[in-house]
T-cell receptor, first 116, second 114 residues
Framework: DSGVTQTPKHLITATGQRVTLRCSPR?????VYWYQQSLDQGLQFLIQ???????AKGNILERFSAQQFPDLHSELNLSSLELGDSALYFC???????????????FGPGTRLTVL | GENVEQHPSTLSVQEGDSAVIKCTYS??????FPWYKQELGKGPQLIID?????GEKKDQRIAVTLNKTAKHFSLHITETQPEDSAVYFC?????????????FGAGTRLAVHP
């Protein structure tokens, strides 16, 4: 158990809908990262937050957004869902903002999103 | 852009044999190289990592080697066991916009047969 929690575990929805995925980082970790893992593919970095502020962006679609709250939990919002958005979404956390020094990222169990 | 290539995509070994997975990265500024193991239905779990100031690191049956000149690093698993069966991902840090992010390889599916 990494200490990172994600809810829900599974989510089934229809095209065009909007969903929110939730992540709670490990105790003491200030950075949260979101990744997408499509079928038989690697992990694609979406976005990183540190202590409530956005720090880095990856291949995140404009239909997707995220935020980190004062209690450090984070939410990933996916809107106008398409079939191709079906994937595993992982949250990871680390202690530092990952500037020049990259610290270890610990992954949660993921949320499996199915868009029908 | 930054890229990490991982080989092989699948690997099948007999229990007790060794397994080697290789990765090549493109960003010469990369300084952190973790390896993750992902079992079915679970999130990636860090199994070992190495930083650019070290050439080799070992933890029981697992070792990682880094060749900065050639920009490649490898995972070595000795005396494999059936519970080692999983997908393994390598990653390399890449500096972008002043912040390091991890670039992951496509993964290697390892099967250890009893």
């Amino acid at each position: 158990d990494s200490g990172v929690t994600q809810t829900p575990k599974h989510l089934i929805t229809a095209t065009g809908q909007r969903v929110t995925l939730r992540c709670s980082p490990r105790s003491g970790d200030l950075s949260v990262y979101w990744y997408q893992q499509s079928l038989d593919q690697g992990l694609q970095f979406l976005i990183q937050y540190y202590n409530g502020e956005e720090r880095a962006k990856g291949n995140i679609l404009e239909r997707f957004s995220a935020q980190q709250f004062p209690d450090l939990h984070s939410e990933l919002n996916l809107s106008s869902l398409e079939l191709g958005d079906s994937a595993l979404y992982f949250c990871a956390s680390s202690v530092a903002p990952a500037g020049g020094f990259t610290d270890t990222q610990y992954f949660g169990p993921g949320t499996r999103l199915t868009v029908l | 852009g930054e890229n990490v290539e991982q080989h092989p995509s699948t690997l099948s070994v007999q229990e007790g044999d060794s397994a080697v997975i290789k990765c090549t990265y493109s960003d010469s500024a990369s300084n952190y190289f973790p390896w993750y193991k992902q079992e079915l239905g679970k999130g990636p779990q860090l199994i070992i990592d190495i930083r650019s100031n070290v050439g080799e690191k070992k933890d029981q049956r697992i070792a990682v080697t880094l060749n900065k000149t050639a920009k490649h690093f490898s995972l070595h698993i000795t005396e494999t066991q059936p519970e080692d069966s999983a997908v393994y991902f390598c990653a390399a840090s890449s500096l972008s916009g002043g912040y390091n992010k991890l670039i992951f390889g496509a993964g290697t599916r390892l099967a250890v047969h009893p």
